[in-house]
């Protein structure tokens, strides 16, 4: 099995490596940026444990629990009304972070707490999340609890949870109601928004099982698994982590140190399962394999720098100079180069959203249908409520899945063009420097001619690594949560859906309310449209910019490079000797370090 912590001493090693080094030229530094940067992420990377479940599932408490204090506002009411994410801290401080992107300190108390509670006035919908630090063992050892509102109706919190949180969770805790276990919401949810992810960690909590009389203890824990097991099958019986639960007990246990009730509550065994599944498996071996990755195209991208400056230290000035002179070129080419690669963007641009488009409309019939079926069918009472709450709950639920399901595509078709115009700009360099024919300079370093040329890789990393490709799904799920779906709402109040209507008044009701609900439906697919494409419009610029910007980044260090060897040639300075002497050493090291990780 792999040593996780081992792991990434390894990788970290290779990194301090790299730092221990000098290194002076500005294209270095930024590459080596790059691989410190990815020091920070391994040093301060967390395993994130989410806890889900419907509202007075127990989770607060659940939480105080596993932390071993009374810190999260508990009551038999719903109290969660915003995301706290819990992580290791000496002192207990907790901050607020708005989504206007200013924050606000506190001590985390209970005290504090409640003023966010659900229970409180105070408007949660603008917090973003708030985080909290505490001086709990389980979070010593970088492990982050995300604490949850309660799943069960559709708003922005929970688009926020799903979109934000689950898709990165090593570890998913699923708080049931052993008394009512896996309600249709809750198998919903659990489809919808665990298994699509494809997150396999999970434990379900049957909490309140202190509840249960003791003579049926066994009868129940077997059918609450045997629900599970064939609710999810793909999940299997051995992937389903069942543990009977009590929050109540627990807690007390732990604030009276009494262990009859910390034992009998279950408490050590569900603090067990979560480092089992944290430490094993895939999650741990897809982090390092992550580093490994990210770590080795660093490594390579440096690489293949020493190389270009070991390929300019090693010319003469009359090459040189005629490599300055194919540089002029690509310099008044500039203007023109930019309105390309501009002109082709919007091109893929308008394949792209054809693409979405067609999607967008087949699922805009097919919603369509299925919605019409249903308010056509409908034989109750409460037809206000029904279109109000479960129709347009429905369409809400099914755009939402639209976008998840589609939003991997869209950012597939934006990397590409990412990559694309990144070849584009490198073979444009390339080819305008090898028209002259020297690109191969005469020098040959240990037996092989080094070409002077821009990877593409180096010109599209800066823009991946921004991270403005992939988020657009969830500020158009923000927009699933609130704004969109108005129309539809304010449909509810129209005059002839009564709260109750007579068999005799609802046939009439439903031929006025099938059109304006196709019509109202219309209007939120073309908004849906429209956002589509204005964020595209918006990533398709940002990436356009981006690699224009890298390409100038990297253009203007080596031509600056170039520069300063043919100066110092020209006037018979021993200066850049030394720098082919530190190029070879550097040259080495890496050679070296690319070893190590191989064999790591």
Known sequence: MMNYNLEKDKLLHIIESVERASWSKKLQQSLVSEISSLKNTIEHDFFTVVILGEFKRGKSTFINALLGSDLLPTNVTPTTATINALMFNEEKIAEVVYKDGHTQKGEATLEFLNGFSADSSFETENINYIKIGYPSELLRNHVILVDTPGVSDMNQQR?????????????????????????????????????????????????????????????????????????????????????PFSAYQALQGVINKDESLINASNLPIVKETIETLIYDGTSPENKIRTYTRKLRFGLEALYRQIQQELSIASANAEELEKIIAQMNILISEQASRKNKLKDYAEIQKSDMLAIIRKSL????????????????????????????????????????????????????????????????LARHFNTTIALHGNAHVSTEFKGTPVKLAIQAEDISNVTMKAGLIAGGAAGLLILVGGPLLLPLVGLAGMPYLQKTLLDNKLKEAKAKVLPELNNLMNKTFNTLYEEIEKNMSISVEQIVILNEQRFAEIFSAYKEEIEQNIKAKKSNQDSFLEEEKDLVSKKALLEKLLQELKRG
Request: no cysteine; aromatic share 10%.
């Open 159 to 243: 688009v926020q949870v799903t979109y934000d949180f689950i898709p990165r969770a090593d570890v998913v805790i699923f708080l049931l109601d052993a008394t009512s276990p896996l309600k249709r919401t809750e198998k919903e949810f659990i489809e919808d928004h665990l298994l699509k992810y494809g997150i396999e960690k999970v434990i379900f909590i049957a909490n309140r099982f202190d509840e249960i009389e003791e003579e049926d203890e066994e009868e129940v824990l077997e059918d609450i698994k045997k629900r599970l097991s064939t609710s999810f099958k793909k999940m299997g019986e051995e992937g389903i982590h069942l543990i």
């Open 361 to 424: 409309q087949n699922f805009q019939r097919e919603l369509k249908e299925e919605v019409f079926e249903l308010v056509d069918s409908y034989k109750g009472t409460e037809f206000k409520h029904y279109i109000e709450k479960q129709i347009v709950s429905l369409v809400q639920k099914r755009i939402s899945q639209w976008i998840t399901t589609y939003s991997g595509p869209m950012n597939l078709m934006l990397s590409k063009l990412n990559q694309e115009l990144a070849n584009a």
